[in-house]
Structures are given as C-alpha cells and as structure tokens.
C-alpha cells in the first residue's frame, strides 16, 4: 500500500501548534455576518393562516420563499426555522456555488445519462440567474464567477485528467493546465496539473447569502418565524397545519426544507443520512503571502482525490480549507458533539501547510463542521405527499448551494400541478434508494470510506466493495 502527497511531506508538529494559537471553535461565515443581516427574529406564537407554510430556514427554504413571491407577490407565505436563519449547513459551507445538479457530470452520466444534455443546460441557466440574482434583488452575497481548479495531486490521477481532457476538447470554457501552467496559476507543490473549469462555479459568502434571502424574502412579505420548530404535521380538511411548541399555521401547501434533519415524513425518514465535514479559515494574508502563492484568478479549489479537499479565497483573502475526512456516527444522529474534532482539524492544518508550505506561520482564525445531508444518488431528490399538498427535497449531499435554487422551483412547479421540463425529468420523478436501518447503514457507509480512502493509497484502483456499489449504480468517487 503506498502513500499520498499528505504522508510523504509532512509540516512539522511545531508548525500545526502554532496555527492554532486563538482559534475560534464555530463558523467564520456567521461570525462575520453584520448586525443589520442578523436580526433577532420572533417565535411564532398562537395560530395563524397563510398559503404556503415552508419549514426550514437554510437556502432551501429561503429559495422557495423567494421565488414563490416572484410568482404570486400577493400569496401569503410563512416559513419557520427551528433555530436562527443559515445557522446550520446553509451558514457554514465553503461557498462553491456550482452549476451542476447531479453532483458532477460522472455521476450524473452514471444514473440520468440521456437527460444530462438537458440537466447540464437547466444547471448553468440556473447559476446564471443565482449571479444575476444580487443585481435584481440588491443583494450582496459576494458572488465570484471564478470558476473551479480541479489538480491532480498523485501520479495515478494525471490519467484521469487526460481523460476528462478528451471529453471536454470542444469545450472553451475547460482549460488543461500542465504542470507549469498549473504552478504558474497557483503554486502548490503538490500539484502536477489541473482542469480549469472556468464558468461553472462561483464563489459566494455562504453566510451572507442566507441572511440576503432572507431580508429581500421579508421585503416582499414573507413572514419567517425562529426559533420555532415543527414537531407535527397533520393534513385535514384539505389543509395542512403545523404544530409547534407555541404556535400553529394553517396553510393550502407545505414545503419541507430541512434537509439533513429528520422529515416530518415518515416515508423519507431513510432516505439521508448525516455526514459530518470540518473545515478551517485562516486570517487575512498579507499581500506577501498571497504573492508567494500566486492565485490571481481565485478560483475554487477541488483535488481529484477520493477523499478530497475544497479551498478557496474569501474576499479579505483569508484561505477556507476544509473536506478530507466526511465522518458518519451510528445512529444516524444530528449531534453538536460530533462537530468538537480537534484531531480532524489538526489533519487538515497538516494537509494544508502540505499544500502551502510557503505560508508556515499562518494562523487560523476559525474550525467549525456541519453535517451533510447526503442520499445514495448523492444528489437531491424531490416529491409530493399529502395528495399534492405537500413537497419537499432533500439529500443534496454538499452540492447544494446552488441547486437548492433550482429545487425551490421544482417544489413550486410540483405544488401547482405543472408539467415542463424540470417536473418530468426522470431525476425528479423517481425516487433513490433508501439507506438501510442500523446497523447496516454504519457498517456501509464506514466500509465505503475505509474503501476509497484504500483507494487513494493505491492507485486509485477501487476495490470489490467499491466495484459492486458501481454495478449497482451506487458508486461514487468524490
């Protein structure tokens, strides 16, 4: 079994101590928000009625909220949030807003292969409206069309390259860099070339994104209650209400936008499971350091590894890193203690003065996680229930910034009965499979983990495990 680049170059012990002097433990995203994008929202409190009652205050939600008031500015719409608006995934992701809706063209052509045509075109229409979106409704959430680096960090992955860069060869916007030019864009020693896929990914402040959604939400007369979690949900009379610990909405439609926490469904109570990523952010470099790494395009960073990690710039040009190590505890539990992992943070400190040993001295400023609703089509599905009254989405699996967007107009076309091309997609009609109960699904998930990771050791070479999840359309990579 060999090694990787993160083995075979290790910072110093001294170097990781150091970077952890005064670091925060929680999410640099909300930390920076500003005061008047934080406002301290009241609990819903009695009954109340309203058209459309949506449950979830994360981009799902918020999406869904928008767009519903762009299409009928005089329905009365309510959404309740169990905590405070982008508290969890939504506030605390690395901000890669993607075109893709399928978790990457590979697994997309793996399961939907006739519609990707279709599915790559809806996904770059809908991230060119997410950007247009900060100028239409005077938003500011950072947005940075910089497209997305993709380097090849090992010897066995160059061939992986050559072939993704026989299958882009028509494609302007997919640019091969070689070792030099990869250097020359972003110099990392541990890069032997790349892709740069340079209009499918923007970066965004994922924080001020949520919290801008919100506020343009309540512009048009969204009513958002926090700290009001739903504990049922009962349909009667062609209605649907919402019972919290204080209050109740009455409303025509529902729309279920809490992703990785358990579904007021019980149909769906198997289908996501919660996978916990880390990340850290740095302070500001100074304009020495970000010279001596170069990275004037400030692209999104992904290696091409199994276990992978995801970098990039914000805009007072402190380095997010985060990804690696994606940990599922039996049970299938949303849990704040599994976000306390000071050796997964002093992991990735150590992978990523690998990657940037030219920045030894760095500190970071923050270490957070959250948990990831993944499914095992590793893209969100969609539905009805309640004889139509109801929708909702969920198992976005990391890649929901920007498909969350495009889920909230599913979930509206499918409450109102229509027919186009999003509503009969075949990814939206039909349903993944569940995961299993315990102690199946611990024993599957962490098998597949130890396999890729086993993977990324050896040549990329997959083993049977592995091997048998891709016969049965279960395979995944990334």
Known sequence: MGTT????????????????????EGAFWIDDLPADLRPDRPSLRGTTSADLVIVGGGYTGLWTALLAKERDPGRRIVLLEANRVGWAASGR??????????????????RWPGEMPTLHRLGL?????????????????????????????????????????????????????????????????????AMW???????????????????????RGVEIFERSRVAAMETRGGRVSLMTASGRVDAEQAVLATNVFPSLLKRNRLMTVPVYDYALMTEPLTGDQLASIGWADRQGIGDMANQFHYYRLSRDNRILFGGYDALYH????????????????????????????????????????????????FTAFFGTARGGRVAY?????????????????VMLDLLAGTKNERTELEMVRKRPLPFPPEPAAAIGINATRWSLDRADHNGGRRNLLLKTLDALGLGFDS
């Open 5 to 24: 680049v993160f083995e075979r170059r290790v910072p110093s012990a001294s170097v990781i101590d150091e970077s952890f002097t005064n670091t925060r």
């Open 93 to 110: 992701n690395g901000g890669f807003c993607e075109s893709s809706l399928t978790h990457g063209d590979e697994n997309g052509q793996n």
């Open 125 to 193: 229409e809908n991230l060119d409206e997410i950007e247009a979106s900060e100028a239409q409704f005077g938003m500011d959430f950072h947005f940075e069309r910089t497209g997305q680096l993709a380097p090849a960090i090992e010897p066995h992955q160059l061939e992986w390259l050559d072939e993704w860069r026989a299958e882009a060869a028509d494609d302007p916007h997919v640019v091969y860099l070689d070792e030099a030019a990869v250097q020359a864009s972003v110099a990392s020693p541990t890069y032997l070339a």
């Open 197 to 219: 896929e340079q209009r499918t990914c923007g970066l965004v402040h994922p924080a001020r994104m949520a919290a801008e959604l919100a506020r343009v939400a309540e512009e």
């Open 330 to 377: 039996y049970g299938r539990r949303v849990d704040p203690a599994y976000e306390h992992r000071p050796d997964v943070w002093r992991k990735l400190a150590s992978h990523f003065f690998t990657t940037f040993p030219q920045l030894e001295g760095l500190r970071f400023s923050h270490q957070w996680a959250g948990a990831i609703d993944t499914s095992t089509q």
């Open 393 to 409: 989405a969920a198992g976005f699996t990391g890649l929901g910034v920007g498909s969350t967007r495009f889920a909230g107009n």
